[in-house]
């Protein structure tokens, strides 16, 4: 439990259906400040209260050093390749899914349940734990469950899956239950409201280098590779003639950050990507080659791919149209209708829609 | 089946005569005692009557005894009362790393406000040594605070020894006696203790008071400002009933003393002695001679103690482990740090059991029981329940 609406309400709908449930807050981040404050000490206050309220006992855990080995280090790594990772992803798969879970089934729980936005069920043919998109469109999360593996979720229980968020909402009101209109967090959890910028250079060295044109016209300077993400047009600093400017690509090895003159320029159109780290949640699909939908960022409406398993283990994924500001580092999930088949992690961009021959960090070996 | 309560020395339930007599207090005695009419006479009595008793139950006199609100406030009374009356003297203080937050945390403003803080180190068991003190005390040293008896893991310090060490010095002793009040004979006219703290829910007493023992010789800075009570030493109108109980609590303790002692020392046997026989893997964190009887602190190698607590707890087991941060999760304990180093084992799987008159040994024998079941279950889980 965060001390959020959600899992405050996920908590109290297993009580009334009958489970035993046992409230645990994750302390993964120690940011106690120089008076000895911490940000989770208002949550598990929170905590503590609805648990209260809904009349369950709540325990708290301590995987600070398991987050900063598994998300943390994954973190700083992945900006350092020059990649955009996705923390999120990473703590569904090694914290929430991983440690907690081994956690609660040391202390004797038949399931884990959180206030994720997806659906579980079993698979009638073969008895597996299939991911089923949420109920609530618009809030369906299954894009940062994508890393979870078959023996993760077969002990999951989402009990919001079937809700739309303002019902949730609404059943946290009825119960009068403290965290009702507490706001929906956002953001990356560990640097919260901080500055982004401000929180990486504190782990990161930035190194300044030169923007550039696809074409290779100087533009001006950027701060550090890092502190830049595909498709993204606000901080850049730079302004005049043929803008605005959208972040194409990087060249780690010179340093170099591409950038492109509005945002239909092809230079940030491609036809496909490269994937590693794939997980498929029910096992391997039948066909190597396979038409699905896909999602390469959270809230994204679905775009037909066309799926080609390669034989080194990983996969080309061909749009059926060309799509904007594919980012390496964050995670491409895929889709059969209401089924969420897997996931992977994005490695390469294929055939950025333009002619300059750009080194595109995206590009390296793979 | 009734949860069993082992974690006494994070406070003990009210003893019933001591609540009958609050109660009576709080129905017929309505009156401030620093008052000039009737009211204020008779509650005066009250207070007067329970610091009669509990100077009594140490050895000292009623003039002695301040009252507080508890361990903490005697502690940062005595600490920071102390230093502040004596800086012209040196700002040298000793303490030790095993000590209370309550005297840590004084002695770190203390440092913040220019003073110098020398810690003792520990040994294995938890005792400091009489060497170190000496090598570390200064001319200027004005203040030597030991705790009597350690909270988490038991071990007795030599307060007898360090009190006589001290005579003829100008530094004051205090001791932070929370913990070892209630199950150890102490006795200022024979020891030369100038300051001494407690605190009345530990010894099934009332929460929210206790008293600060001060040597007549000795004058403190008061850390309160207000009115004139406790002879200017501590302002704040008296909390009578509480009072009132305290006195009855102490009168209690010492009637009861050596049964407390024993009833304790017996439960901590068969608690011993029936994991022992269950096959558990543990070991005593402590001194086996010099410790408190009711606090048994015991190491279960690779068992995670988040884990453990939170198992105990749903089999109604209630015990602790170092302290609770300010967002609940189980901080390694600085006294097993202390003990062991900061990365050692025993800061991760140690656990304390505390023990209370009122515990029955069909208690004992089901919390063993349990405990032995479950840190079974916990040193297996860690592999068989992993995901991968």
Redesign the interface.
């Given at each position: 439990m965060s001390g959020g609406v959600d899992s405050t309400v996920a908590a109290l709908l297993l009580k009334q259906k009958g489970y035993d449930v046992?409230g645990i807050?994750m302390?993964n981040w120690d940011d106690t400040d120089d008076n000895?404050?911490?940000t989770?000490?208002e949550?598990?206050e929170d905590?503590?209260r609805v648990c209260g309220q809904i009349g369950i006992?709540?325990?708290?855990?301590?995987f600070e050093k398991q987050y900063w080995d598994r998300v943390f280090t994954y973190f700083l790594e992945e900006y350092k390749a020059g990649r955009t990772p996705n923390p999120d992803v990473m703590c569904n798969k090694e914290i929430k899914?991983?440690a907690f879970?081994?956690?609660a089934?040391?202390?004797?729980a038949d399931y884990v349940a959180t206030g994720h936005y997806a659906r579980v069920a079993e698979d009638a043919e073969t008895g597996k734990t299939l991911m089923l998109r949420a109920a609530d469109q618009n809030k369906d999360q299954t894009y940062f469950l994508n890393q979870l593996?078959q023996?993760?979720i077969a002990?999951v229980l989402f009990p919001l899956g079937d809700l739309e968020k303002p019902e949730v909402r609404e059943i946290a009101r009825e119960h009068h239950l403290a965290t009702a209109n507490k706001k929906d967090s956002t953001g990356i959890c560990f640097i919260g409201e901080r500055n982004f910028k401000e929180f990486l250079s504190q782990y990161l060295p930035a190194n300044r280098g030169e923007i550039r044109t696809v074409d290779g016209e100087f533009k001006g300077w950027h701060d550090g590779l890092m502190y830049y993400t595909n498709g993204q047009r606000q901080g850049l600093g730079i302004g005049g003639p043929g803008g605005p400017w959208f972040v194409c690509g990087k060249d780690l090895a010179h340093n170099v950050l591409y950038v492109a003159p509005g945002a239909d320029h092809p230079a940030l159109y491609s036809q496909g990507l490269i994937a590693e780290k794939i997980n498929w949640f029910s096992g391997e699909p039948k066909d190597s080659v396979f038409h699905c939908t896909a999602k390469f960022r959270y809230r994204q409406k679905d775009r037909p791919v066309m799926v080609h398993v390669l034989e080194n283990g990983k996969l080309e994924v061909v749009f059926d149209n060309l799509e904007w500001a594919i980012t390496p580092g964050q995670a491409v999930v895929f889709y059969d209708g209401e089924v969420c088949l897997g996931g992977a992690t994005i490695a390469t961009v294929l055939n950025p829609g333009t002619d300059a021959s750009i080194d595109f960090v995206d590009s390296a070996p793979l | 089946m009734d949860p069993i309560y082992l974690d006494h020395a994070a406070t003990s339930p009210i003893d019933p005569q001591v609540l009958e007599i609050m109660i009576d207090t709080y129905k017929k005695v309505i009156g401030n005692p620093e008052s000039i009419h009737s009211f204020g006479r008779q509650a005066r009595k009250v207070v007067d009557d329970a610091r009669h008793e509990i100077a009594k139950s140490i050895g000292a006199r009623s003039r002695e005894i301040v009252f507080t609100s508890g361990g903490t406030e005697g502690d940062n009374m005595a600490i920071i009362g102390a230093a502040r009356a004596r800086q012209a003297l040196g700002k040298h203080i000793i303490t030790t790393d095993v000590e209370h937050h309550a005297v840590f945390r004084a002695c770190e403003y203390l440092a913040s406000c220019g003073f110098s803080i020398d810690y003792l180190h520990v040994d294995a068991s938890g005792r400091i040594s009489l060497e170190e003190l000496e090598e570390k005390l200064r001319e200027d040293t004005i203040l030597v605070s030991v705790m009597y008896g350690n909270n988490e893991v038991g071990t007795l310090q030599p307060i007898r020894e360090i009190a006589h060490l001290l005579a003829d010095h100008q530094a004051l002793f205090h001791t932070d006696a929370v913990q070892a009040f209630g199950t150890v004979d102490m006795d200022v006219k024979d020891t030369p203790i100038d300051l001494l703290s407690m605190s009345g829910h530990k010894i099934n007493g009332p929460k929210g008071i206790g008293f600060l023992y001060v040597r007549d010789s000795v004058s403190l800075a008061p850390i309160t400002h207000g009115g004139d009570q406790e002879r200017k030493r501590r302002a704040g109108t008296h909390n009578v009933p509480a009072i009132a109980g305290l006195g009855e609590a102490v009168a209690l303790v010492r009637a009861n003393l050596t049964d407390r002692i024993n009833t304790c020392l017996k439960l901590r046997r068969i608690m011993l002695d029936d994991l022992t026989a269950e096959g558990a893997n543990f070991q005593v964190n402590g001194n086996p001679e010099h410790f408190l009887p009711q606090v048994l602190n015991l190491y279960f190698p690779g068992v995670?103690i988040?884990?453990l607590?939170?198992?105990l707890?749903?089999e109604g087991v209630a015990a602790s482990s170092g302290s609770?941060?300010?967002?609940?999760?189980?901080e390694p304990s600085h006294v097993l740090s202390a003990m062991f180093g900061s990365d050692a084992p025993e800061t991760r799987s140690s656990l304390r059991l505390s023990f209370g008159v009122e515990n029955t040994e069909d208690e004992i024998h089901r919390a063993a029981q349990i405990l032995a079941k479950t840190v079974r279950?916990?040193s297996t889980?860690?592999k068989a329940?992993?995901?991968?």
């Open positions: 046992i807050f302390k000895g404050v911490c989770a000490t949550d598990y905590v503590v006992p709540y325990y708290a855990v301590n899914f991983k879970l081994d956690h089934l040391s202390l004797g593996a023996d993760q002990k | 995670a988040e884990s607590l939170t198992r707890d749903l609770a941060c300010t967002a609940g999760s189980v279950a916990l889980t860690g329940g992993e995901i991968k």
